[in-house]
């Protein structure tokens, strides 16, 4: 496929090889030169619609170790704003020789949409509640990196799954993986149909969740997504649904904490367990860099070797 739009639509083989370029790009990345000419000549666009820091500052940094040529486009100081449709804002930046295109926006589908009417590669970064494809790689990676495979790994994925993009992603990836895959969650934030569509474990009781699991992939509370109040107060969901280092000490098993970022602190994650010996939140961020480097280079259409 010429885009990545999400991990619903590519193949078991293909996250492998998409994981296998990212590490070999992380080896790049330790190295005291870190550029490499891979995509010396290719102009990439990064088009936000939405806030993002780690997205959008990753795929800058790996655009730039590629040797690419970047354009950042940021909706809020857009002609957007002045009622530009997506369409438009797209092809007038494509007319300007800009080769690849790096999508984040709130609509779920619009970078499937685009990808019927521009001849351009598009990478999504994240498109409403739908996918967030670089998300679950770069998850994916860090969970390898950790237990050395995916295959029978148990994770649990907890707090605010319908409107979590991350969720969606890491679900399709993690089932292709041989994973064994939780969703945990009050009720108000688990749509009933997800566990059969899905074909995933779901569990409303937090402690068994852990209990269960070997990696825990806490969500952030989507306060901005939720038209009306699904839980009574963010103090009340820390109480249920927090994950705490208490929590954690009353199980006889240590599990790995990830959060895709940003954290509440205090809510969904307390800060002596994100910043934790279990944690390694920091270490997704890390990986985020050379898994966009190899989207970016496996999607740009460009036979170069990664070294
Ligand atoms: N995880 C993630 O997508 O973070 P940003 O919204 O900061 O890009």
Redesign the pocket.
């Known amino acids: 496929t010429q885009h990545l739009l999400g991990i619903k639509d590519i193949s078991k083989k293909d996250i492998e090889i998409i994981l296998s370029t990212a590490h070999q790009f992380k080896e790049v990345l330790q190295r005291p030169v870190k550029k490499v000419p891979s995509l010396r000549d290719l102009t990439v666009v990064n088009l936000f619609f939405e806030?993002?820091?780690?997205?959008?500052m990753s795929f800058e940094l790996a655009e730039k170790r590629l040797s690419a040529d970047t354009l950042n486009f940021s909706a809020a100081a857009s002609s957007v704003k002045k009622g530009e449709t997506l369409l438009d804002t797209v092809n007038n930046i494509l007319s300007m020789k800009v080769d690849m295109v790096v999508m984040r926006h709130s609509a779920s589908g619009a970078p499937h949409f685009l990808a019927k009417h521009i001849n351009a590669a598009i990478i999504n970064a994240?498109d409403g509640i739908n996918e967030?494809p670089t998300?679950a790689l770069l998850d994916a990676l860090s969970m390898t990196e950790k237990f050395n495979k995916l295959e029978g790994l148990k994770v649990a994925i907890i707090g605010d799954v319908m409107h979590s993009r991350?969720a969606l992603s890491n679900i399709y990836l993690l089932k292709k993986m041989g994973a064994e895959v939780m969703v945990a969650g009050p009720p108000t934030l688990i749509p009933k149909y997800m566990g059969q569509a899905l074909d995933v474990r779901v569990e409303y009781n937090l402690k068994k969740a852990l209990a269960w699991c070997d990696v825990a992939n806490v969500l952030r509370i989507q306060l901005e997504r939720q038209n009306q109040p699904l839980f009574s107060s963010l103090r009340e969901y820390n109480l249920a649904y927090g994950v705490s280092r208490k929590l954690l000490e009353s199980l006889d098993k240590e599990i790995v904490i990830m959060h895709?970022?940003?954290i509440n602190r205090g809510v969904e994650l307390d800060s002596d367990v994100a910043d934790g010996p279990f944690s390694i939140i920091l270490n997704q961020v890390e990986n985020g860099v050379a898994v966009r480097m190899a989207a970016l280079y496996l999607y740009s259409g460009k036979d170069i070797s990664p070294s």
């Open positions: 806030n993002s820091t780690r997205t959008r994240g967030h998300q991350v895709p970022g940003p």
